[in-house]
């Protein structure tokens, strides 16, 4: 009993020492109105402790955590290479952001804000790892499986924000303003003043809490950890949710300060004042741990080359005529006519089509699309030994450590014919690549296993398609229509499901496309009209 008191002293203390912290470095005292939510949140944290005390003498909460105990297992054995887990999170981060900007209102692609957020989220998320690595005393590694398979989350708003503002264009702003403002936006959770953080993303920070609270409860069975965890992580999500106002307070209140970094820097100087020293930070300490405590792992499976595999080299020629043999042409077609598309539409007119970028942008999808195919086919291998025994895999033509260095120089060209065209275009053509491979096809996440959801990812990657080819000339983000954009997006959706049943049949196969040749022709339709 002396002990959890001692954990909960502790506990309370840390708090009241970030409060303190925050006062002191904002010249700030506080008020009646202030002291009163103070009361009030220690009443919520020791109420949270006690409440979870009873929970947990109960049969249904102790079968629950049961329950999450099993589905962390779970996770955790999985055998799939930690850069997949890496690649997957950094690609849930980068579509994250690129929804927000085609749904909020300032519905831009700026250079800018596309790098603030992504290392936004990459600092957050490694703040997180070490958060739940020293609370719950786990390896990193399995706590990154943990992050990363609820990663996903992060879409909440996206999800929730349009439904509340009834499809109008939304504002997700940082907490910005001045210290007194900061400081009461913590106690009421946001609730403070009228420019704060959306339903969406307060919801997205209750979830986040409640999943931290579980995860450390099944970890560590101490009622003590979890509510402080969960607190913390509230802490730790403000902070960052606060950067803007921190970096008013603590850099350009000093005009030294504000002049050299500003003159400097310029726009970027919030992104080199807090961002990229996080990171350089918080980055180090993650790669350390992983090495401190990585064990004799699993040789990777994927990229392993069985011995059982012939020793006979096989001619360049026949490579070559292989991944010819698997271009998938019908769906190399279908994202061609997806770009033009989107290059009609921008351009507006035949004599405006720009006709060097069109060939770089089909150049750069195709060899998106091959990359994507490639992907699929190395953790689909067991499938096609039954399905698709004509694979350039399957009949060893490629070792699977040459099928991924063919991938990667696909990737690259890509992306390179891509940024020829302009950046925008090259961030469409890397969320295209990111979305059908590293969510659609590969593990941890592999959705196309899931119901319905692959479907809408195809949906999402035709919509890119169009996107890549009306940034040839204008911003999608700001001036595609929306309604078009969504149309697009659930013809192409439900058609999508039709290429499923081929496992079935081939008779589908020409009314998929008859799906999709009206869809378009309804789109231009629209436009034009």
Request: charged share 15%.
């Amino acid at each position: 009993m002396n002990r959890k008191v001692s954990k909960i002293t502790l506990a309370v203390a840390v708090f009241i020492l970030f409060i303190i912290i925050l006062l002191k470095f904002t010249d700030r005292t506080l008020n009646a109105h202030q002291q009163v939510i103070m009361v009030l949140l220690f009443s919520i944290f020791f109420s949270t402790y006690y409440i979870l005390t009873m929970l947990t003498r109960t049969s249904i909460f102790q079968r629950y955590i049961t329950f999450c105990k099993d589905i962390i297992k779970n996770v955790e054995s999985n055998k799939t290479p930690s850069f997949l887990w890496v690649i997957g999170l950094v690609s849930i981060i980068l579509l994250r952001n690129i929804s927000e900007f085609f749904l909020s209102s300032h519905a831009i692609l700026a250079l800018f804000y596309l790098i603030e957020y992504t290392l936004f989220f990459i600092s957050l998320f490694l703040a997180i790892l070490l958060l739940m690595k020293f609370i719950s005393n786990e390896k990193i590694l399995n706590v990154l499986k943990i992050v990363a398979m609820f990663s996903p989350f992060i879409f909440t708003p996206m999800l929730i924000d349009p439904i509340v503002s009834l499809g109008k264009p939304f504002s997700m702003p940082y907490v910005s303003g001045n210290s007194t403002f900061v400081l009461n936006n913590f106690l009421t959770f946001y609730n403070y003043g009228y420019k704060t953080a959306t339903t969406g993303i307060k919801i997205e920070t209750i979830g986040a809490c409640y999943l931290a609270l579980i995860y450390i409860l099944s970890k560590t069975n101490d009622i003590v950890k979890a509510t402080f965890g969960t607190f913390a992580l509230y802490m730790l999500s403000y902070f960052y949710m606060a950067l803007p106002s921190f970096f008013n307070i603590f850099v350009l209140s000093n005009s030294e300060i504000r002049n050299f970094f500003i003159g400097f820097f310029g726009n970027w100087a919030q992104i080199f004042i807090w961002h990229i020293p996080l990171i350089a930070i918080l980055f180090p300490i993650t790669v350390y741990f992983y090495y401190k405590e990585k064990d004799v792992r699993n040789r990777d499976k994927y990229m392993s080359i069985k011995k059982r595999q012939s020793s006979k080299k096989i001619p360049i020629s026949n490579k070559i005529r292989a991944l010819i043999k698997n271009i998938r042409p019908l769906r190399s077609i279908h994202y061609i006519i997806l770009v033009f598309l989107g290059i009609s539409i921008g351009a507006g007119t035949i004599a405006n089509i720009d006709l060097i970028k069109t060939i770089l942008c089909f150049v750069s999808i195709i060899f998106g699309w091959q990359f994507a195919v490639i992907i699929n086919d190395i953790f689909d291998k067991d499938v096609d030994r039954l399905s698709n025994k004509r694979r350039p895999l399957i009949k060893n033509i490629f070792s699977v450590r040459e099928y991924f260095l063919v991938d990667f120089f696909f990737f690259i060209i890509s992306l390179v014919f891509s940024l020829l065209v302009n950046y925008k275009t090259f961030v469409l053509v890397l969320s295209f690549n990111l979305l059908y491979s590293f969510v659609y096809s590969a593990p941890p996440f592999r959705s196309r296993r899931l119901f319905f959801i692959p479907n809408i990812i195809i949906g999402f990657c035709s919509v890119t398609a169009v996107f890549i080819g009306f940034s040839i000339y204008l911003d999608p983000f700001r001036f595609f229509p929306r309604a078009l954009a969504l149309l697009i997006l659930i013809v192409l959706a439900i058609s999508s499901t039709i290429k499923d049943i081929k496992d079935y049949g081939d008779i589908f196969r020409g009314f998929a496309y008859a799906c999709l040749a009206m869809a378009l022709r309804s789109s231009l339709l629209i436009v034009l009209s």
